[in-house]
């Protein structure tokens, strides 16, 4: 499919395991970013990537949190010593870049459901 | 300190009436406002931007009005449909240009 993919869907773990979480942005969408979302509530932004550099991380909660994307195409969010917190869907979006600046519509994955137990 | 409200309680409409959604937000400048629809399980989907200088925008049934006096959004649906159905979300996009600041969402129902 031309979309944003997500794996798995579906996580469970347990409390101090390690995740991690994959997202496969739209072929050619050099912007990455990864948002959390909490039952009943809006996406939280964690981090932003344009190309394989992260050039926003301000929303990452902590340091157990980690987002790469060595090849400027699959990003991969990784969680250490997961908390029962952390229980959330994870969503990653992907957008073109802009030259002229202005707003690039962002384009969802369906999330991955971490729920950690 | 900075909030973006949308209405926490499910709308419920009748089918074939306007179904008219607030986002009302604080201490917030925003560039750009966004709504998107988001279907339980699934990722949200970008509807309709409308830009800080830009009173309404439309698109098909959908009409967006932006009132940066009052610090407000309406997101109306005309004609509304079961398939209508879902949460929608507004979005608001700072100077940063690529930043979302999301409401909590609200849940529409429309009924047959």
């Known amino acids: 499919g031309a979309g944003v993919s997500q794996t798995p869907s579906n996580k469970v773990t347990e409390k101090g395991k390690y995740v991690e979480l994959r997202c496969d942005p739209i072929?050619?969408?050099?912007?990455l970013y990864w948002y959390r979302q909490s039952l009943g509530q809006g996406p939280e932004f964690l981090i932003y990537?344009?190309?394989?550099?992260?050039?926003?991380d301000s929303g990452l909660p902590n340091d157990r949190f980690f987002a790469v994307r060595p090849e400027g195409s699959v990003s991969t969010l990784k969680i250490q010593r997961t908390e029962r917190g952390d229980s959330a869907v994870y969503l990653c979006?992907?957008?073109?870049?802009?030259?002229?600046?202005?707003?690039?519509?962002?384009?969802f994955g369906p999330g991955t459901r971490l729920t950690v137990l | 300190s900075q909030k973006i409200e949308q209405n926490s309680e499910a709308l419920n409409i009748q089918e074939g009436k306007t179904a008219t959604l607030t986002c009302n937000y604080t201490?917030?400048?925003?560039?750009?406002l966004q709504w998107y629809r988001q279907d339980p399980g699934r990722g949200p989907v970008f509807l309709l931007l409308?830009?800080?200088n830009e009173k309404e925008k439309r698109k098909e049934r959908l009409k967006v009005t932006f009132d940066t006096t009052l610090k407000q959004s309406l997101f109306h649906i005309t004609a509304s449909q079961p398939a209508d159905s879902a949460t929608y979300l507004c979005?608001?996009?700072?100077?940063?240009?690529?930043?979302?600041?999301w409401g909590a969402g609200t849940k529409l129902i429309i009924k047959p």
């Open positions: 979006a992907s957008s073109s870049a802009g030259t002229s600046g202005g707003y690039n519509e962002q384009f």
């Open positions: 072929s050619g969408h050099t912007a």
């Open positions: 201490n917030y400048s925003p560039a750009y």
């Open positions: 409308i830009r800080e």
């Open positions: 979005a608001l996009v700072t100077d940063s240009n690529y930043q979302l600041i």
């Open positions: 990537f344009q190309g394989t550099g992260a050039a926003d």
